[in-house]
């Protein structure tokens, strides 16, 4: 069946660092893929999306490609805030709709000053 | 307010109680999204609603699982003789089409005792 998997966290990282979240995904088809933010005591948002082969999603300074030959769509920043720290969760859907989404476990960052 | 609201934010019952869950989408959202996020792990469907229909209900895992969304707006959540397998915090999003962006409420966490 579909699935996504992102590395585990937690990720500590010092403020201005490069941040990597990997996410590869399993799927038939062309699904769509995203990235999800929770931060601390709010609702899960949208960041970012891509629904075909190479496209690249981006958002606050966070970008993410859809590489479909290594079946990945990781996500990266240059330059990471302490505002940045939150839960970031990938995920894709292979249907039409954009709510049947199947969520990885979600990876959560902490940013230190 | 603008967002998703869910009630209540926190429940705590006891093994083989009755509870349910409630999602005020956002005003003029059709469609409203049902998932359930248990610790350490990412959001899973459970149930898709377009309309007062259930569209997908393929992620409930059993029958003591139920929603309704009488009229288009407001959905209850209902779970029978509760287990406590079933604590986990139940999340709720809306979107103005099946396929927008979901808006996620901050959804409510529900123990199971």
């Known amino acids: 069946g579909n699935s996504v998997t992102q590395m585990e966290g937690p990720v500590t990282l010092s403020e201005e660092a490069f941040l990597t979240i990997n996410c590869t995904y399993t799927?038939?088809?062309?699904?769509?893929l995203f990235w999800y933010v929770q931060y601390p005591g709010e609702g899960l948002q949208l960041l970012l999306k891509a629904t075909k082969a190479d496209d690249k999603g981006s958002n606050k300074g966070f970008e993410a490609t859809y590489r479909k030959e290594t079946t990945s769509f990781h996500l990266e920043k240059g330059s990471v805030q302490v505002s940045d720290s939150a839960v970031y969760f990938c995920a894709l859907s292979d249907r039409g709709s954009q709510g049947n989404l199947i969520f990885g476990k979600g990876t959560k960052l902490s940013v230190k000053p | 307010g603008a967002g998703v609201s869910q009630t209540p934010s926190n429940k705590v019952t006891e093994k083989g109680k009755y509870v349910e869950l409630r999602c005020d989408p956002i005003?003029?959202?059709?469609?409203l999204y049902w998932y359930r996020q248990s610790l350490g792990q990412g959001p899973e469907f459970l149930i898709y609603?377009?309309?007062?229909?259930?569209?997908?209900d393929s992620g409930l895992p059993n029958d003591r699982f139920f929603a309704v969304r009488p009229e288009g707006s407001v959905s209850t959540l209902k779970i029978q003789r509760t287990e406590r397998g079933d604590s986990a915090v139940y999340l709720c999003a809306s979107s103005f089409t099946e396929a927008g962006e979901l808006f996620f409420g901050e959804g409510s966490r529900l123990t199971v005792l």
């Open positions: 799927a038939t088809g062309y699904p769509s």
């Open positions: 609603f377009q309309g007062t229909g259930a569209a997908d």
């Open positions: 005003s003029g959202h059709t469609a």
